[in-house]
Structures are given as C-alpha cells and as structure tokens.
C-alpha cells in the first residue's frame, strides 16, 4: 500500500482516480481549489506555494499525481493568467516540493503537447522534432514537461509523465471549455444547437479505462518514461459518428447541428500510438464509444434532472 496525494482531485480525472487507487489498498489524499466534505482532503491552491508547503510538511506521500491544471485551449485564452499560473508556477511549486521531499511524481501532460504533427504520435515524436504547439494549454503543458525533465537532471527528481487521449465520462461536467462530448451531449439533451467539424477525427477513452491505467503507474514506476494513455488505435472516429452516436441514443435528429469542414487552431486527425502504454501499464481498453456514450448520457441525465 502506498500513500499518494492528488492534485486536483476533485476535477473529472481525479473523481475518477481516487476510487480506483482506493480500491487497490492504498492510502489517498487530495488538494483542490474548492472545498470537500472528503475526509481526506485538504483546500490548497497549487500556485501558492505556502499552502502547498504546509500540506506537505504534514505527510510523506509515496507518490503524487499532479492532475491540478486549468484545461482546454479556448479556456487558455480566455482566462490566460489562471492557466500559466497554475500549469506553470503550480506544477514548479509541485516540482520543489519534490526536490526536497523525494516523492515520486506522476505528471499529468496532454496528447496536445503534439500540436500540428499530423503522423502517428508516438512519446518519441517530442524529442526528435520540433513541434508547434497550437494554443496556450498545449504549450503550458510542454512547459511543465520540460520543468520535470529538467528537475530530474538536476535534482535527481523521479517523474513519470503521462499524456491522457480524449478521455471521457461520468463526472465531467458541461462547461463551453470541455470536449465534445460533454458539450454534444448536454447541447442534445437541452435541444440547443452545437456545431460539429466535419473531418475531425480523435480516439476517445472511457474514464475507467483511463484510470486503471492511471493507477497501474504505482505497481510499475519507470522514472523519466512518458506513456500516451487513450483508448485502441482501431476506436479513431469521425467527430460526427461521436454526435450522430448521441443523437441515436437520446433519439432526436440532427436539425440543431451545424456542420463546418474545420475548426480553426485544431489539429483535424489524431493517429495516436499507445504500444508503451500497454507494455509497461497493461493500458487494455474494456468500452468502446457504443457503450461509453450511452453510460455517459445516462450520468448526465441524472445530474442535469432530465430523469
């Protein structure tokens, strides 16, 4: 049994994770902006260093997932200052506490990290070449990679970072700045008209499959690996398959949705690569989109009363 602490453990991925690790045996903690009735928790802002410090004076974690990030690219515009702060300055914060405590850290990037490459993403795609990041969040999370390398060359620090692909699910809540699928879903189920870019293509995975991978990192710790972490390479849609999906499944038509050919600052095709994944961390997908999507619609049912 270890004893880990997450970051951001009360967003989509950290809800969740922390099951999952409890689940296994071992003893989790967690930290967010927002208050929790968890008893395990405490209230801590990342980009202030004072609290990070006095939490972690407190316990010695064997590992931390470091999750605490602002999300999504048009979010990064928008509210630029809170994602460098926190993406950034956080993830530093997170990192000196490291060099000192001796924790091992699982740094949560993003599969965004590999911006306008349009062959398949494998982890050693970002070393060999010079990629161009397409938006704030993209280059904030390159950013807080660079800062693990670099803290583990000088320190000897032990990270293992991890670029979640289209995760999705139970938990993640509607808001303008998630992914389509929330936004399809939540816009379908309020018959309100969304826009779907035609050509796009991703691979999504079910959060549960995410985070049995996630939680697989603990039983196989390789210090300076970096693993992507998405569904199956044969799951890669068409963005409209993922509405047309929906529609079917609440049983309306398509009369509120606007196809456009693409959308701008976007990557149009994803080819992920998930070979190291499934080596090191057993990553094995169980639910395709057919039977993600209706799970995820039946959550959503229930927490926007459409039950």
Known sequence: MAKIMATGGLGFIGSNLIPELEKRGHDVWTCDLYHSERAKFNRCDVTKYRQLEKLFAQHDFDYVYHLAAEYGRWNGEDYYENLWLTNVVGTKNVIRLQEEKKFRLIFFSSAEVYGDYDRVMAEAVMDELAIKQMNDYAMSKWVGELQVLNSANMFGTETVRVRPVNAYGPHEYYS????????????????EPYIVYQGHKRIFDYIEDTCRTLANIVDNFKPGEVYNIGGKEEWEHDVKYVSDLILKNLGKKDTKVTY???????????????????????????????????????????????V
């Open 176 to 191: 303008p700045y998630r992914g389509v699928i929330p936004a399809f879903i939540y816009k379908a189920l309020r018959d």
């Open 260 to 306: 456009k050919k693409a959308e701008p600052f976007t990557t149009r095709v994803k080819h992920m690569d998930f070979t190291k994944s499934r080596r090191d961390l057993g990553h094995d997908p169980k639910v395709p989109l057919e039977e993600g999507i209706p799970r995820t619609i039946e959550w959503m049912k229930k927490v926007y009363g459409f």
